[in-house]
């Protein structure tokens, strides 16, 4: 069975940091071989991607709004992914997933619908 499990969110003021990770298990998952994303979800609004990386590590995206802000990794030993958050903002409150994507030969974020593993969330509250 697959889990996909989110911790480290929590409450912080603007300008603080925050690191989210994921922890993955199962054994048909493939961790090392998939495209992995960090979505998150506001209340009220559509859930968006806001990170992804390649499973070599090579390739990463970000939406433009955490650039320069957010770090994504991953540790494929530990099938483990994370979310490094710096200059937090309010507007960076909401629902913090952790997704992993079909498994599709070269590299793209993807869009949310080429997700097929999703985690439970994190609450990453950002107060001003």
């Known amino acids: 069975q697959v889990q996909l499990v989110e911790s480290g969110g929590g409450l912080v003021q603007a300008g603080g940091s925050l690191n989210v990770s994921c922890a993955v298990s199962?054994?048909?998952?493939?961790?090392?071989?998939?495209?992995m994303g960090w979505f998150r979800q506001a209340p009220g609004k559509e859930r968006e991607i806001v990170a992804a990386?390649?499973?070599?590590?090579?390739?990463?995206a970000y939406i433009d709004s955490v650039k320069s802000r957010f770090t994504i990794s991953r540790d494929n030993a530990k099938n483990s992914l994370y979310l490094q958050m710096n200059s937090l903002k309010p507007e960076d409150t909401a629902v913090y997933y952790c997704?992993?994507?079909?498994?599709?030969?070269?590299w793209g974020p993807g869009s949310r619908n080429e997700y097929e593993y999703w985690g439970q969330g994190t609450q990453v509250t950002v107060s001003s």
């Open positions: 997704a992993g994507r079909r498994l599709i030969r070269g």
């Open positions: 199962g054994r048909t998952f493939s961790f090392s071989s998939r495209t």
């Open positions: 990386i390649y499973w070599t590590g090579t390739n990463i």
